[in-house]
């Protein structure tokens, strides 16, 4: 049964680079898009942006210009940096699997992490 | 950010039947598949209904959902107290995911 792992930095200052990464057990890498998804105190779940086994992302436009989603298939991992952070970037960062092969998420996300609480205030 | 409008709150009594709206517009709903998410208190967010209308393994036969036009539906039949938690609504819109706002139900 596949698993997501995912850990990162707890606490950041503004203006530095949030960085997390995932890692997938019990499936292969492969034939999958994988997703980052953040989730502010108390409010709804936001997209980050996906990417897939090839190297290919999609971002959310809010916040393209400071990610950057990236991959390492031999160890099954896919990482996200959020650069220049702010006070707004506060929440709980989620990764999550896609199986549909475009990435359009016509299957639902169907497996997701624990989540990895992000603050930054200074 | 949501582009998708859902109502902030439902409840219910045990037993009693529970539906959630999820309004969209024809880039998102209108033209795409919806899928719901089970939000836990303080748990990940758990797919729900995939494909409009489909139960992913596991998930109780008293959940379903709907589509038509640009608006979706979750109902929830025979309440049970561990259904209380938060629902979202999501969909592709031109190359990325949108969720819904996210209602509360709660169970009286």
């Known amino acids: 049964q596949v698993q997501l792992q995912q850990w990162g930095a707890g606490q950041l200052k503004p203006s530095e680079t949030l960085s997390l990464t995932c890692a997938v057990y019990g499936e292969p890498f492969s034939g999958y898009y994988w997703s980052w998804i953040r989730q502010p105190p108390g409010r709804g779940l936001e997209w980050i942006g996906q990417?897939?086994?090839?190297?290919?992302?999609n971002y959310n436009p809010s916040l393209k210009s400071r990610v950057t989603i990236s991959l390492d298939t031999i160890k099954k991992q896919f990482s996200l940096k959020l650069s220049s952070v702010t006070v707004a970037d506060t929440a709980v960062y989620y990764c999550?699997?896609?199986?549909?092969?475009?990435?359009?998420?016509?299957?639902?996300?169907?497996?997701w992490g624990r989540g990895t609480t992000v603050a930054v205030s200074s | 950010q949501s582009v998708l409008t859902q109502p902030p709150s439902a409840s219910g009594t045990p037993g009693q039947r529970v539906t959630i709206s999820c309004s969209g517009s024809?880039?998102?709903?209108?033209?795409?598949?919806v899928n719901w998410y089970q939000q836990l208190p303080g748990a990940a967010p758990k797919l729900l209904i995939y494909r409009n209308n489909q139960r992913p393994s596991g998930v109780p036969d008293r959940f379903s959902g709907s589509k038509s036009g640009t608006s979706a539906s979750l109902a929830i039949s025979g309440l049970q107290s561990e259904d209380e938690a938060d629902y979202y609504c999501?969909?592709?819109?031109?190359?990325?995911?949108?969720f819904g706002t996210g209602t509360k139900v709660t169970v009286l």
């Open positions: 990417i897939n086994y090839s190297g290919s992302t």
């Open positions: 999501a969909a592709w819109d031109d190359s990325l995911i949108v």
């Open positions: 999550a699997r896609d199986p549909d092969h475009y990435g359009s998420s016509s299957y639902g996300l169907d497996v």
């Open positions: 024809s880039s998102n709903i209108g033209s795409n598949i």
